[in-house]
């Protein structure tokens, strides 16, 4: 599943007010994941370097979005919502900030999307690493529930 | 110690943008702890509810205040950052988010300190509460490292 950058960045800013202040784009959506940006200015903290919450917000949206969009893949309509998350703070960013979250290796994806199926709801831990600069600067891990909904996809409804 | 929440939340808005962007103003910084709000518009998400990722950056923003503004009242410059941290989310919230982060207990405030002083830097593990129309909507568990420096103080520096 590919889709334009453009236009999944224009969907989560307008449907996310905070993605927007953060200014968060798409750098790739596809099969082998999801790749997010934020630059440095909207997200700085008062250390000229960026604010952890943007950190975290931009690998939790990172990894939703990953989730969201290979749910939407196979066609199963579903309320993706985050349980539980932590983040290690590696080091300081003082740059674009990129959060990528790969695709879920296939025996776990297979298994969430097999008991999505079966039960009407699964869940799924998902990793995420931050990079700035060419080096990693924080890890995401996060714990997500999807319940099966009749809502329109992201890609066709958004 | 006491701070005029105006003066703390203007503060808070004009070092860390998100800060604005999310609205967070403070609703008491005094003895007891640091408590701080946003309200839903500019955090919502395509749900209708707040997005994780506000929660997140509000329950550290709390808890780095807090921190701060007590090392602050100890007299101790210093430069105070986050290592990592957790957040369990136990439902949706569809209203004013509040997060709460209470002093923390003396002996562990006492020791921080006092580590601190000796080492010129100390570790420290702090909680915080979110809550929404009178509910415990999420928790916040975060570890945070100050290091001494000769900076300006948040309160008379702000």
Redesign the interface.
Known sequence: MTLPPNDLGEYLRR????AA??DVSVEAADAAGVRLRAPL???????GTV????I???A??TA?TALHLRLDAEAIPS?L?????????LR?VADVLEAFCAAPPAPDWERFVSTLRRRGRARLVVRAELLSAGELVATFQGSFVATRSEGESLVAGG
Do not use: C, K
């Open positions: 449907q996310i007010p905070l202040a953060m200015p909207p997200n700085v903290n008062h250390h604010f952890g919450g943007s975290s917000a931009l939790l949206l939703w309320e919502v985050i349980q539980r998350n932590s983040v290690e703070y300081p």
